[in-house]
């Protein structure tokens, strides 16, 4: 059993901070791929951000490019997603993903609870 926890979510008015904080936990090896996704009201789940487990390579969706910051401290096995200039469209359930073999946009073997994030205009 994996588990991914959140953490970090809330409201912020639009422009401003906020860093969510995703610790994993459980039967983890090295978790080659670790990311976030989101999902707003009424929409599809849409990736976000995603790194490898060296943060050689990251992906970002282009909606949140130079606004949004994923990095990963190993040793403590979490992930963060630092998220600046935020926008109203912004708002949304973040959902942390790991994987433990690929790093993608798409396919993701263990998912998070979810944490809200909410923009006020």
């Known amino acids: 059993q994996v588990q991914l926890v959140e953490s970090g979510g809330g409201l912020v008015q639009a422009g401003g901070s906020l860093r969510l904080s995703c610790a994993a936990s459980?039967?983890?090896?090295?978790?080659?791929?670790m990311g976030w996704f989101r999902q707003a009201p009424g929409k599809e789940r849409e990736f976000v951000a995603a790194?490898?487990?060296?943060?050689?390579?990251?992906y970002y969706s282009d909606s949140v490019k130079g606004r949004f910051t994923i990095s990963r401290d190993n040793a403590k096995n979490t992930v963060y997603l630092q998220m600046n200039s935020l926008k109203p469209e912004d708002t949304a359930i973040y959902y942390c993903?790991?994987?433990?073999?690929?790093?993608?946009?798409?396919?993701?073997?263990?998912w998070g609870q979810g944490t809200q994030v909410t923009v006020s205009s």
């Open positions: 993903v790991g994987d433990p073999n690929r790093l993608s946009t798409n396919e993701y073997d263990y």
């Open positions: 790194m490898d487990y060296s943060g050689g390579s990251t």
């Open positions: 459980g039967r983890i090896f090295s978790m080659f791929a």
